[in-house]
């Protein structure tokens, strides 16, 4: 968007803890020029010159460099800096580009990942710089969309899981056609230049996941008014029976 930005992470903890010191050093240091210390460390003409106690040190801020590798601080600090940098650049100014930290939500089910997915890919579409996802710029759906096209999914964005029975570890829990499929009905229901009315079949995800079609939008439209922290449907039903007693009152 003009003045922020909204991003779905997966903090794979479990992956940077498997990496060997190595490859933590290799992954940092596309992001970072590192230490000389820890280049020698990597390139096998040098590495078996150090000394055990420069080794102990290698290893010792490959612990630090891989807590950071699995942190959304130091991710939206990267993400941040570099947009703060081409914006100044792009306007030949220099200083603070954001006006403050970002917020963060965690989102504890299956429903509330695919909510979030779909409000975020909606973004354009809702402030009304884009009528469908194909022309939303600057969104997953739309690289999703024109990789489809090609038969291939992105490579730098979280593959989608093709069938059921697929080890889902490393994959979003549902088939891209699902998803793309519900982004379109999720928008037609929330766009403000569309009279359209979405039918009350659910796409083939809302089943899996347990959701009305009214549920599924209150979930969506609540991304950042109903929820502070955490998203998931137990929550959302929560709060819906909690207003059921307040009324009943």
């Known amino acids: 968007m003009s003045n922020h930005t909204h991003v779905v992470l997966r903090i794979n903890k479990q992956k940077a803890d498997v990496l060997s010191t190595k490859e933590v050093i290799r992954r940092w240091h596309k992001l970072y020029k590192g230490m000389l210390l820890a280049q020698r460390y990597i390139n096998p003409a040098e590495s078996n010159a150090l000394s055990e106690a420069e080794v102990e040190t290698v290893r010792n801020l490959a612990e630090v460099y891989r807590h950071r590798l699995f942190d959304i601080s130091w991710f939206m600090r990267l993400l941040n800096e570099y947009i703060a940098r081409q914006a100044n650049k792009e306007d030949g100014c220099t200083g603070h580009f954001w006006e403050g930290r970002f917020k963060s939500q965690a989102l504890l089910d299956e429903a509330a990942l695919a909510a979030c997915m779909a409000y975020v890919d909606l973004n354009p579409v809702r402030a009304c710089l884009a009528g469908t996802p194909e022309d939303s710029a600057h969104t997953s759906i739309q690289q999703r969309l024109i990789a489809a096209k090609n038969q291939y999914q992105p490579g730098h964005l979280l593959p989608f899981a093709e069938n059921s029975s697929e080890n889902i570890s490393d994959r979003l829990p549902f088939r891209l056609e699902d998803y793309i499929a519900l982004v379109e ?64 009152a």
Not at 188 to 202: C, E, T, V, W
């Open 185 to 248: 009905l999720t928008g037609r229901h929330f766009h403000p230049n569309k009279r359209g009315k979405i039918d009350d079949d659910a796409s083939p995800i809302l089943s899996r996941v347990g959701l009305e079609q009214t549920d599924w939008n209150a979930l969506v439209s609540g991304i950042e008014t109903e929820f502070n922290t955490t998203i998931s449907l137990e929550k959302l039903m929560a709060q819906r029976n909690k207003s059921l007693r307040y009324n009943s």
